[in-house]
């Protein structure tokens, strides 16, 4: 399975970014995927995640009703729509790709995408 994480930038504080992951080598239909983020210094952070059975979305409380998961089929891809961004956002966002395990721990997931760097600044 390979996964490529795209769309992030520079945006403004207040502004909205979508960020896409395709999958490839596999159907989504199979896993769990999950959105992190990485700032510099800082260790690698749960954002959000979906199970495959689409009944569990979690979202970490530094962003919850700012960011959403969701996912496309026919596409094989899942996105995540940020709004009301903040400086503190500022990331390298990775998507990655579970058979089984809790959505918000890293180990949990096999396959990662390569990382898309969103900048929230003036």
């Known amino acids: 399975v390979q996964l490529q994480a795209c769309g992030g930038g520079l945006v403004q504080p207040g502004g909205a970014l979508t960020l896409s992951c395709g999958v490839s080598?596999?159907?989504?239909?199979?896993?769990?995927m999950g959105w992190f983020r990485q700032a510099p210094g800082k260790e690698r952070e749960f954002v959000t995640g979906?199970?495959?059975?689409?009944?569990?979305?979690p979202y970490a409380d530094s962003v919850k009703g700012r960011f959403i998961i969701s996912r496309d089929f026919d596409k094989n891809a899942v996105y995540l729509q940020m709004n009301s961004l903040k400086p503190e956002d500022t990331a390298v966002y990775y998507c990655?790709?579970?058979?089984?395990?809790?959505?918000?721990?890293?180990?949990?997931?096999?396959?990662w995408g390569q990382g898309t760097q969103v900048t929230v600044s003036s």
């Open positions: 979906i199970a495959w059975s689409g009944t569990w979305t």
């Open positions: 080598g596999d159907t989504l239909r199979r896993y769990n």
């Open positions: 990655a790709a579970s058979r089984a395990g809790r959505l918000q721990d890293p180990r949990s997931y096999a396959y």
